[in-house]
């Protein structure tokens, strides 16, 4: 697709859409826009806006569309797999100034928020209520909740609650026609034509514009318990993972983290924390609800299950501050690889009886491969985030022999009945290796979907597929 | 559209498809395939074929691909709002033949059954190994599960354990060019391209026919606590329904019933219940868990809350054989309505705290039009299924003059933030009245994924829109 570059009188026309304060034309200030979380990628738009209305959004839509200039539409830019990136150049639509949480209607337990409220800001606000929205990926503190329907996001306790598929009912679009829409009825049931509102939700910013998020809220719990157990080898973890679900319990978390994980973690966060010999993995396990004598029953009976699969040890967090310290060490694994090697991090997801084998197997092509690899993530969904540490793998087989040991590893993901990404979206470092999965016909739905919304391909073009 | 008929090669080529012991074309017996629970609509095919595999039913789609046939897939026939209607005639594809239970993967907590596998069978088989699958239309006992995935079905647990868009992982489905997919992956996370599992929840029948399911299952609750609290207005039973909630309570079943329907059930069933006067509505609540302190905890708040809400009594199911009787009290109620009077059932969802006013606006509508109506449903969700009477209405405003009384409860449903149908489908009845919520832009997207599906239109046409 040849897009057009953005003209002195588009720029104009931009400029007077939403004021001339909220367009960024400056190299240096476009920098922030020009990079997600992902790897070290950089795609420079040609201009940011920053509207804040729908009908301005429109505009611009409708602006590009006439001018066949692709548009990005980005949230927070904490995506992993390089869905917030320009890669066209054109617009990019910051959603930051979208950032307000509209209404919390306690009578429905709904809420209504802006796509740039950040993730954590919105829990704080629906807990002060006594109400629950349980979406908390690893970035909630930073995150938006806008990017967080875009790729479908998970977080530790959709073990429990679900994903966010469970929580959106409706969503206020605008698509790259400038119509404005919402996609269904804030309703908890909705059997009233194709769903758009879960069409919407994953499509990774290349179907439409989310500028109004109508949420699901449940009763806060108000108690919860939380433990770490440490185990001699990866397949005993995972293993466990299986059996406490087979015993009848729903944990509402549980985290799988590598030794060499929590070792980064120590070295950059300095998190006290005593790492004994013989340990190679933990399960962080949070029990949630409101009566304390279930909750104890509860971890007695996980305490069983532990046992049986060979848990040397069980720590359980005994005031706020260290629970607060065990999340700690679990939310900022990612930073701490991060800042302790050039990396690239996988996002596999598999039937959760497959993760021992899926562990060994990851292990096993590292080894063939030349690379390292540091695995944690939501055990309890089978969600297991792989980060592939460059280590002493030359700069050349990196950026060369590399991808095929990805590729291996995509490829025993899928042998397992799983898929390529849980929670991260495929975005653009992952669509390569769709064809994995997916055969000739799903592409073919797929881009007969995107062009029914999205004639004109503007919309974040290069990404999914 | 015009679409061709089965001539004779045709019809041998699907008796070649299927064998000719599968294949119907005999008046006689086409009639069971003629109608299904809506009303008092009959379209007959002009074959049927009961295919048992998926390849069986591509050859069946390739087929009628080529010669422009239509194709009506039909489950059990339980549907209430036309969708398995052969209204241009054509091939009926009965699903009947796919009624096997393929497996229940204890170590994963999944299930793989055929669509048309009955769903309390499936539920029977999956508590026998302690799991739950808690999607129960008041049908259960002869839909099919296949029929269920197509309208999105919920049922009376939806208030706690969601939807059935909850518990599809994924589906293997034959698309009307005959390709045979799997939408997705048989994992709890997915965020891997568009959705299509969730596209095809809800779409009744016109995007492709469902082969196969993958279901998630839940460890099941050991213990549950029923009770029937009666009151003297309607209102006040529907403000009781948000304050069961927002005193931080989710009951595994909250459903709402009018006096009418509990009366016409004595008269129908026979079932011995004691109706009191002053009694206008009442509420049949169920509580889950696995701890009897904490259902006794949550009854006793409830009852609370009952209290403050002028709650007549409360009477507690003392055994199973009492809760039972509840239940059919509530599930026999669309039976009963249907056999004392010619009626029609309408499916409204609003946000839970707006069901007063749903309540007092259709009689207040009814009283204008002169129709009686019976309400019932599932209050937990907002969702309130609205029988219209026929009563002292003459055969001529039955005929002509209700259209537009129902339109107007559209109306009133759409202004309260609600929409046509939470549960049982738009299909071929409630398809004029689509325009009420959704706008030409809606009806354009819709249009555009049919046909990327489906573009010569030979599935299940006629419905939606």
């Not at 409708?62 to 320009?86: D, F, K, Q, Y």
């Not at 449940?218 to 299986?242: G, I, K």
């Amino acid at each position: 697709m040849n897009y057009n570059k953005i003209t002195a009188p588009v720029l104009d026309s931009i400029k007077t859409i939403v004021g001339a304060d909220n367009v960024i034309v400056n190299h240096d200030e476009l920098q922030k826009y020009s990079h997600d979380e992902t790897e070290d990628l950089v795609y420079y738009p040609e201009v940011v806006a920053r509207p804040q209305t729908p009908e301005q959004v429109s505009a611009l839509m409708m602006l590009c569309n006439e001018h066949l200039i692709s548009v990005t539409p980005r949230g927070a830019g904490t995506g992993l797999s390089g869905g917030a990136l320009p890669i066209e150049g054109g617009l990019l639509i910051a959603m930051e100034r979208f950032n307000k949480v509209l209404q919390i209607d306690e009578q429905n337990l709904q809420a209504t928020v802006e796509p740039g409220v950040v993730t954590e800001e919105f829990m704080n606000q629906a807990a002060a209520k006594g109400l629950l929205y349980p979406v908390d990926p690893a970035s909630k503190g930073s995150c938006f909740i806008g990017g967080n329907v875009s790729h479908g996001s998970g977080g530790p306790r959709v073990v429990k609650y679900g994903t966010i598929r469970e929580y959106i009912l409706n969503l206020q679009v605008v698509l790259p026609s400038g119509d404005i829409i919402w996609t269904g009825a804030n309703t908890l049931k909705y059997a009233s034509g194709y769903n758009l509102t879960q069409l919407m939700i994953g499509s990774e910013g290349t179907l439409g514009i989310i500028t109004k998020i109508v949420v699901k809220l449940l009763p806060l719990p108000t108690l919860d318990a939380l433990m770490l157990a440490s185990f001699p080898t990866n397949e005993a973890a995972c293993a466990a993972v299986s059996a406490i679900f087979r015993a009848g319990i729903i944990p509402s978390a549980l985290e799988f983290m590598e030794r060499r994980g929590v070792e980064w973690v120590k070295e950059h966060d300095d998190i006290a924390f005593d790492l004994q010999d013989g340990i190679e993995a933990f399960l962080l396990i949070e029990v949630d609800g409101t009566n304390q004598d279930v909750i104890f029953a509860d971890c007695e009976k996980i305490n069983g299950v532990l046992e049986a699969y060979f848990c040397k040890d069980v720590l359980f967090a005994d005031s706020s501050a260290q629970k607060e310290e065990l999340w700690r060490l679990r939310r900022t694994m990612a930073v701490s690889v991060k800042s302790n090697s050039v990396y690239k991090e996988e996002d596999t997801v598999v039937p959760r009886a497959e993760l021992p084998q899926l562990i060994k197997g990851i292990k096993e092509i590292g080894g063939r491969y030349g690379f390292e690899s540091v695995c944690y993530g939501h055990a309890g969904d089978g969600n297991l985030h792989v980060n592939i540490i460059k280590a002493n793998m030359s700069d050349y087989d990196w950026n060369n022999k590399l991808k095929d040991g990805i590729r291996e590893v995509f490829e025993l993901t899928v042998s397992l009945g799983g898929t390529l990404s849980g929670e991260h979206g495929i975005g653009l470092v992952q669509k390569d290796f769709m064809s994995i999965k997916y055969s000739e016909v799903h592409f073919a739905l797929w881009r007969g979907i995107k062009n029914v919304f999205d004639p004109k391909g503007i919309l974040n073009p290069g990404k999914i597929f």
